[in-house]
T-cell receptor, first 115, second 113 residues
Framework: KAGVTQTPRYLIKTRGQQVTLSCSPI?????VSWYQQTPGQGLQFLFE???????NKGNFPGRFSGRQFSNSRSEMNVSTLELGDSALYLC??????????????FGQGTRLTVV | SQQGEEDPQALSIQEGENATMNCSYK?????LQWYRQNSGRGLVHLIL?????REKHSGRLRVTLDTSKKSSSLLITASRAADTASYFC?????????????FGSGTRLLVRP
């Protein structure tokens, strides 16, 4: 069974631009959640989508948004990029939504650098 | 901060020795999961322990959970150089009315050949 696939692996963007990251979950998994990892703040939860609906949300500004398609693939969008958005963005897929005692399996991440 | 704490922050041991990492958290949880991360790459799922479980084993891994102390430990027995990585605990529970996976700060493990 294929794992979680994130594209692209690396991205360089300029301040003020917007970016879209993609995540394909494990086949049969309906939950996709997104995380930001930085040296200063560690791993932080962004949001979770389950069956095309945002189910849970972290404490990030509205510039961070996402969506999920009917095939469970998810995209995350960051608008008006700031230097502080430089991070490793990870997505995880689960059979069930968070809170349902489900294992979360992560992709390899997208390394975003904002210059 | 919502993050849990892990200690030690860094651990250096000889191949063949056991490694113990501890994780403390702040909120009520449904489960706690341990992950391994190699050099800023993706997270590899190691084990999930539910809030009503006290101990779980998987190969060379042993995880304990004490919900009264809000703490967990990960023991890696007979360590190998390939175990060198950062290890994170993550709790699944409600924070600010949302379910979230809250990660600890991680333990960097170095296993010397």
């Amino acid at each position: 069974k294929a794992g979680v696939t994130q594209t692209p692996r690396y991205l360089i963007k300029t301040r003020g631009q917007q970016v879209t990251l993609s995540c394909s979950p494990i086949s049969g998994h309906r939950s996709v959640s997104w995380y930001q990892q930085t040296p200063g703040q560690g791993l932080q939860f962004l949001f979770e989508y389950f069956s095309e609906t945002q189910r849970n949300k972290g404490n990030f500004p509205g510039r961070f948004s996402g969506r999920q398609f009917s095939n469970s693939r998810s995209e995350m969008n960051v608008s008006t990029l700031e230097l502080g958005d430089s991070a490793l963005y990870l997505c995880a897929s689960s059979v069930y939504n968070l809170g349902a005692n489900t294992e979360a399996f992560f992709g390899q991440g997208t390394r975003l650098t904002v210059v | 901060s919502q993050q849990g704490e892990e200690d030690p922050q860094a651990l250096s041991i000889q191949e063949g020795e056991n490694a113990t990492m501890n994780c403390s958290y702040k909120t009520s949880i449904n489960n706690l999961q341990w992950y391994r991360q190699n050099s800023g790459r993706g997270l590899v799922h190691l084990i999930l322990i539910r809030s009503n479980e006290r101990e779980k084993h998987s190969g060379r891994l042993r995880v304990t959970l004490d919900t009264s102390k809000k703490s967990s430990s990960l023991l890696i027995t007979a360590s190998r150089a390939a175990d060198t990585a950062s290890y994170f605990c993550a709790t699944d529970g409600i924070v600010d009315s949302s379910y979230k996976l809250i990660f600890g700060s991680g333990t960097r493990l170095l296993v010397r050949p």
